[in-house]
């Protein structure tokens, strides 16, 4: 026998009833990278850079209304007309058969002969071709489409605009074979869901405008692979979450700016594009107008309770990626895939409960490893639960002994280290609706405002919030983020009371105890809000991956990695379980 098989090329059939028509700058992609192709045009994926606008620019100059292209027959007629030059701009053509579509820079005809020229970025490549392969199928396409609606091409032509030159392309007969191909196997892949596999350490990977989305090196890297993830190559968080907490202020638009009018610190301005979410407290209004253009940039709008339960969420039309939508609701009726799932959850929840203890404990040096054991058989436990209500009393009793231990990480008045107001808070138990203590209040607040993150940022990688595999779905609850959020609560949500407590920034006048509960006054929630929101701007290394990221980033990481997972490209959910 022979290891030597031969290859059989099935094209794909032609496109029939309401297939979309691929465009031939997606086989451009393809060529290039097919996990790429398959991203942006199967699960709608796109992420802006300085690149792909300034290719928008250089595209821009060209997609001019120009003269029609005259039809193939006055062309060839060999009048005065076929042996002028026209020059047609931004033509679309389309074909049944090869399934493409393509939008033509220009379209140039002279002396009955049609030229296809493609606008590209940046300067020619000094190769043996002249043109990269990529570019030199897509502009094969143009031409092929040309040919099919009956004109007569010799030749295509790439003009780079940085460096003002014309290639010419050479259209023979083993290109025109590679641009059908490399059709018939992108409509293969995409009609049979098979997304490729990531590129092994491509140069072409760190200056990708998916690199974030595709998680190349991290992929195979928690699929076995033994080379270390280079950094995500991404920018530092130049939008950030516009939080309105000001009761009666009042939210316009004006130009491309939020107005935010209150009645005692008067008016601010802020940017669009420096808005990364919008947070409204309490009584705080928002025109239409603004509401629209936060929904047209897809800014998601968050609305909170005066002292910060989450209400609900606007955005615009979201993620159109139904892909993993669909992985996503088909893992949730898979009961004993829930419940595996759930089991991972629960152990990772109590392993960073156990780090929060053993990093920030005050009291005797017993109490602690009593507790840490305590937690230790609860991790062991979660792993053996058979069943899911097995599984919540063992996550019940583990929270109970870690909110027994709770008050042994607060600092108490005897404490005569630090600087600042002494922190005489008492804490007994974990309670809320209302919570009963100030301690508990700033829980309830601190786990509010991590929903609301997760939330957002679970819907923008296109999953559905409010479909989870251990919480149960019930009206308005968003499932699947108070998953994914059981193993922050402590590494984020409880170390930001702890640290607010344990310096002083949030002293006993910053609350309000009643008879229906304890709350922060405006001032201590805003001062509460600003240390919230620093913490998930503090830079942390990953555990697996060994580069650091915000915290405020990681939470978008291992919502990619959570659809990752849901599509069968790695074997388990990572979890975040720092050391």
Known sequence: MTDNQLEFHLPAPPISGDTP???????????????????????GEWMETSDTV???????????????????????????????????????LSSTTLGVIAKL?????????????????????????????????????????????????????IYYAEGRERVRVVLDDGLRTAARTAVSELRLTVSQSRIPPPLRDSPKCPRCALVTVCLPDEVRSLSGSSLAPRTIAVPPDEALPLIVQSQHARIGKEGETLKITDEEKGEAQVRFIDISDVALYGNVSITTPALAALLEREIPVTFHSHSGWFRGVAHGVGHRNVEIRTAQYRLSFDEAACLRFAKELVAAKITN?????????????????????????????????????????VEGDAAAVYFRAFAGLLRSPEDKQGVGELAPFRFEARNRRPPTDPVNAMLSLAYAMLTRHLTIALASVGLDPYRGFYHAPRYGRPALALDLMEPFRAIIADSVVLSAVNTGEVGPSDFVVAVTGTALTQ?????????????????????????????????????????????????????????
Not at 21 to 43: D, H
Not at 363 to 388: V, W
Request: proline share 8%; with cysteine.
């Open 21 to 43: 028509f691929i465009p031939a700058r997606m086989v451009n992609e393809f060529v290039y990278c097919p996990r790429l192709a398959y991203l942006m045009w199967t699960q």
């Open 54 to 92: 300034e290719g928008n620019r250089v595209h821009a100059r060209v997609d001019k209304p120009g003269a029609p292209l005259p039809a193939p027959q006055a062309l060839e007629t060999g009048d005065a007309l076929a042996s002028e030059k026209v020059v047609s701009r931004s033509l679309t």
């Open 105 to 157: 820079d220009i379209a140039e005809a002279e002396d009955g002969v049609v030229t296809p020229v493609d606008y590209k970025r940046g300067k020619r490549p000094h190769i043996a071709q002249g043109v990269y392969e990529p570019e030199r199928i897509q502009i094969c396409l143009q031409a092929l489409l040309l040919e099919e609606h009956g004109y007569r091409v010799e030749e295509g032509a």
């Open 353 to 393: 409960q156990r780090t929060i203890l053993r990093r920030n404990w005050r009291g005797p040096p017993e109490e602690r490893q009593a507790a840490l054991d305590r937690l230790g058989a609860a991790r062991k436990s979660a792993g053996g639960a058979a069943t899911l209500a097995r599984l919540l009393g």
């Open 523 to 579: 001032p201590g929630r805003r001062r509460f809000v600003e240390a919230f929101e620093r913490r998930l701007s503090q830079e942390t290394t990953h555990p697996i991956f060994g580069y650091q990221v915000s915290m405020r980033r990681m939470l978008l990481v291992q919502a990619r990695l959570l659809s990752r997972f849901l599509l069968g490209e790695l074997p388990v959910y990572p979890y975040y379980l720092p050391r």
